[in-house]
């Protein structure tokens, strides 16, 4: 079982050789291959599923948060083999949803389908990182910026906590992981000019943090 993308890990994708070998062992073996597309599918970075980046064909797919746009709703995807091992009524859940969430789930899909959605989200994704990067060229206290479409992250070189809370006061919402990783994660939907209204907001903060957090990082 993989996470193609790890997300509250920290933003980190899973290597291409891993992922093949992990599959191949799969097929050797006779081992179902279970992709976790729970945080990076269904849109997140730019395609409907994160694995397909790869050519993997996993055997079972994991979806949930993005599938009801927030309301509680999960189901598994599987191949016509794998999927004759489930009957109706055998595997109960408490996160299944009711008719309000699948139909709220169907039109979900249907924006993802709609023609140009998914260009967007890399377009807009490849222009989030570009600013990021430049943040990192400029800003010691930034170590890596790495992620995909609109699932991105900013690793410090020290605690990024002081930063989610002085970033939420000047109205961007963003969370840290792992303790350094800012994790961003923001809707398909953004266009270039609210990844330049996050960066306004970020750039002084993490300025503020460059003295302190330097010699932090000297002295580790």
Do not use: W
Not at 106 to 123: D, S
Not at 137 to 153: S, T
Not at 160 to 172: C, D
Request: with cysteine.
């Amino acid at each position: 079982m993989v996470e193609v993308i790890q997300g509250e890990g920290g933003i980190v994708e899973i290597h291409e050789d891993f992922l093949k070998a992990a599959a191949e062992l799969c097929q050797t073996h006779g081992a179902l291959l279970i992709c976790d597309e729970i945080q990076c599918g269904l849109g997140r970075t730019g395609r409907m599923f994160t694995f397909s980046k790869f050519g993997l064909q996993p055997d079972i797919v994991v979806v949930a948060k993005p599938l009801a746009a927030g309301l509680p709703l999960a189901a598994i995807l599987a191949r016509e083999e794998v999927a004759q091992a489930f009957s109706p009524g055998m595997h109960g859940t408490t996160f299944g949803g009711g008719p309000l969430q699948c139909r709220v789930a169907l039109k979900v899909l249907e924006i993802l389908e709609r023609p140009g959605f998914l260009a967007h989200v890399t377009e807009v994704g490849a222009y989030f990182r570009q600013e990021l990067e430049k943040l990192r060229d400029d800003l010691p206290v930034i170590q890596e910026v790495r992620g995909d479409g609109l699932m991105m992250a900013v690793e410090l070189i020290t605690s990024g906590q002081s930063v989610v809370r002085q970033a939420l006061e000047a109205g961007l919402l963003l969370n840290c992981t792992q303790e350094k990783v800012l994790r961003f994660l923001p809707p398909l939907i953004i266009e270039k000019h609210h990844v330049d209204e996050a960066i306004g907001v970020l750039r002084p903060v993490l300025a503020a943090l460059e003295p302190a957090a330097a010699v932090k990082g000297v002295n580790a």
